[in-house]
């Protein structure tokens, strides 16, 4: 079974920090990885989703990057915002199956 | 497209009552998801549809949970009765067959559901 973890659970930055997220599987034969972003109260929002056979995916100031055969998967954020300030949550999609599993998420606080 | 859509946002009931959650999937997707997110579990798989049959019911709790798919279209999750321990935001998504960056999942805004 799938078990996906994200480190940290929780982050706080001043505006303007370049910053890190991490996401760990235990089994690395995915299909793909998303990335979502879920303000509080709210529902989720795909920020990016990366094929198995891709290495990187960017969009705007957002760099996902995917090491599928160690597991694991990174959230760059550039210049970070007070916007960004919310739960992001990483989601593998197992080859054999269609659902994505997902982690606990890291909570994102951008002070201004 | 208006995304996948789910009423209703809220819904307080008390215990024993019948809850219908709805969610209208994006046109085109053929794949069909309900989840729910607790504070204890996180966000959890309940069911999935593929073309409006049921693929895997192994996430739903117990038999008091069922879910329907009479479209592409449509589709409802009840829960009955209804318990306190079922609180939670239930989540639909949607997501189309296929390869490529189209085919990640879209969720709607979710169904807060408390039971009193």
């Known amino acids: 079974k799938q078990e996906v973890t994200q480190i940290p659970a929780a982050l706080s930055v001043p505006e303007g920090e370049n910053l890190v997220l991490n996401c760990s599987f235990t089994d690395s034969a995915i299909y793909n990885l998303q990335w979502f972003r879920q303000d509080h109260g709210k529902g989720l929002t795909s920020l990016l989703l990366i094929q198995s056979s891709q290495r990187e995916q960017t969009s705007g100031r957002l760099n996902a990057s995917l090491d599928k055969s160690s597991g694991r998967s990174t959230l760059y954020i550039a210049a970070s915002q007070p916007g960004d300030s919310a739960t992001y949550l990483c989601?593998?999609?197992?080859?054999?199956?269609?659902?994505?599993?997902f982690g606990s998420g890291t909570q994102l606080t951008v002070l201004p | 497209d208006a995304g996948v859509i789910q009423s209703p946002r809220h819904e307080v009931t008390e215990m024993g009552q019948e809850v219908t959650l709805r969610c209208k999937p994006i046109s085109g997707h053929d794949y069909l998801f309900w989840y729910r997110q607790t504070m204890m579990r996180g966000l959890e798989l309940l069911i999935y549809f593929n073309n409006n049959v049921p693929i895997d019911d192994s996430g739903m709790p117990e038999d008091r949970f069922s879910a329907k798919m009479p479209n592409a279209s449509f589709s409802t999750l009840k829960i009955q009765p209804s318990e306190p321990r079922d609180s939670a935001v239930y989540f639909c998504?949607?997501?189309?067959?296929?390869?490529?960056?189209?085919?990640?999942?879209?969720f709607g805004s979710g169904t807060r559901l408390t039971v009193v």
């Open positions: 989601a593998p999609r197992m080859g054999s199956a269609r659902q994505l599993t």
């Open positions: 998504a949607s997501s189309k067959s296929g390869t490529g960056p189209m085919n990640g999942y879209t």
